[in-house]
């Protein structure tokens, strides 16, 4: 009885090795660690049950009929034990890669290709096409809407402003609220983006409210599915992973080096220079590392348009996260650095503030910033309220962008287009900086850079755009 269980087991494996794995996640596209415009690669990431298996992934411009000019990668894999299911999440990457170029690739279990798409690389020419939009991995039809939207208008890349997954930033929801609806091949439930484009991903609240491997074995799966430049520092204060010190021990092995390098980087495209920030309750902004970095990175920056992207607004009007405002610290040294725009979420709706400068109030010696217990600054506006995007486009100060409505329920409905209910006091904490707010309809940011002119434009789920600027320089 013994010999036949064995042979049975051993027929069985044969079996499941012989029909594959099953894919829990197909394979997408990640812009692994690259930042400036001296070199090009691209990271391909997909997950499959416990079935080990051998992959390769290979991409050539000419739809492989050279087969001198295919780019060949050998996949890497780790093995995810959470809630005691085994998955194998796997790697494979493309370097040497040309800019301005399309690349047909194709995954490859054994031989047998399994995913096939197209990318294109990223871009030296002066002009660029992206979406941002944040607060929208929420498993909702109108996450999928604005999907397919996205997919209409063809960004060239997606950069994200947190929350990227509901509740709790869990692997299982990843797989459950994100992958199934912007790796849809139907349009009705999302679209293909993620295979075609990469996404910037932000750290939002929820991408790390569980934090406990004990109670959570699947947490901080945004440095599972993230594979993004390891260009800046590792700051004092960072998101900190707890439990068992096994648990610990696997996961860090299992997100070397990202974890967690890649809370903060910067990458360009095209003409764009765009900064990815960690904005959460944990962080100090004024970190001597990451200032001294920015100084950096931005300061020797030669692109026509410097974008700053992070989850927690500094600016906003809405009712919901008025008093968590500690972002407003680094905007003296945006100004200095010659920021043009700051996209944010974490509010579930859409703002737009006219370009302003802001000066936080200081002690009595200048030499400490005052800070309320809820995280409040007051300090000194400077609004400049000719600026309109139509007749006057060359603004003096920053634009300010909330674009949190990108799938998740909505935030102060009540507020749409009411200036008169988005006053807050005392004036040293709020003035009139906010132009449109567009709360009743969830949307996303589409912005297009051409040398030295910019539009941006928030779109709503019926396609409509409900907010146009054109800024130039």
Known sequence: MKIHLQLICSLLFATQLLCGQELLVKPYLQPGNV????REEKVLIWQTDSVPATYTVEASVQNFSDSKKIIKAKASNVEL????????????????????????YKVMMNEKMISQDTFRTRTKKPSTRFVVLGDFGAGTTQQATIANLIAQRQPQFIVTTGDN?????LEEEYRKNLFPYYLSPEANQGASLMSKIPLYMVLGNHDVRSDSLDKNPGS????????LPLNAPVTERTATIRGSSELVKTFKKNTRPRFPRISNFSFDYGNVHMVCLDAND??????????????TDLGQSNAEWKIVTFHHPGFNSSIAHYEYQLMRLLSPLFEQLGVNLVVTGHVHNYQRSVPLFFSPKTNEA??????SPEGKIDGTFKLDTLFDG???TKPEGIIYIVTGAGGAPLYDKKLNEKPELWRHEPPENW???????????????????????????????NGEIIDQIKVTK
């Open 35 to 38: 930042s400036t415009l001296s």
């Open 81 to 104: 034990k959470l809630k005691g299911k085994t998955t194998r999440l796997y790697r494979a990457v493309l370097k040497g890669l040309q800019f301005d170029t399309v690349y047909y």
């Open 165 to 169: 997954v509901y509740q709790n930033g």
């Open 220 to 227: 901080f799966a945004y440095f599972y599915y993230s594979d």
């Open 282 to 295: 944990y962080v100090n902004p004024l970190d001597a590392q990451l200032v001294t970095w920015l100084r």
């Open 366 to 371: 200048g030499d400490q910033y005052i800070i």
């Open 390 to 392: 139509i007749n006057k």
């Open 431 to 461: 003035a009139p900086f906010t132009k449109e707010l567009v709360s009743d309809r969830h949307s996303f940011t589409l912005i297009q850079t051409q040398n030295k002119v910019l539009i941006l434009q928030q779109i709503d789920l």
